[in-house]
């Protein structure tokens, strides 16, 4: 069974476990790219930095981490990723909670014009 992958916009993810209330993903974030400014209802996250430098912001704090440093995002908190350098960001993220699902996520800033109906109808 192969794991699901999937390219986004800014760089890609890849499952390389996934079981009962938790999956770890390996994310590339492109040079020069962010992910969305999001949050998720039913999951929390620890990232772990492989390769390059993280600028990350979690509830509006900069957090910044390089290789074998990491960083918690607690469930409900706004957050994202954003890789500042001309190198590739290579994160290990843990995600826990009873729901792992990738339609829980709530994006409340997006690089690439990606909304959430959600977001659509406060808008």
């Known amino acids: 069974m192969s794991m699901a992958s ?15 209330g938790y999956k770890v993903k390996r994310i590339h974030v492109n040079p020069g790219q962010r992910l969305s400014y999001q949050t998720h209802e039913h999951r929390s996250e620890h990232w772990v930095v492989i390769f390059g430098k993280a600028t990350c912001v979690i509830d509006g704090e900069t957090i910044v981490a390089g290789p074998g440093e990491s ?21 290990i993220e843990v995600q826990h909670g009873a729901y792992t699902g990738e339609d829980d996520i709530c994006r409340l800033e997006d690089d690439y014009g990606r909304h959430d109906e959600v977001l659509a109808a406060e808008a």
């Open 6 to 20: 999937e390219e986004r916009p800014w760089g890609s993810w890849h499952v390389i476990d996934d079981g009962q």
């Open 71 to 91: 960083v918690d995002v607690p469930t409900g908190a706004a957050h994202r990723i954003t890789n500042m350098h001309a190198e590739e960001l290579i994160i």
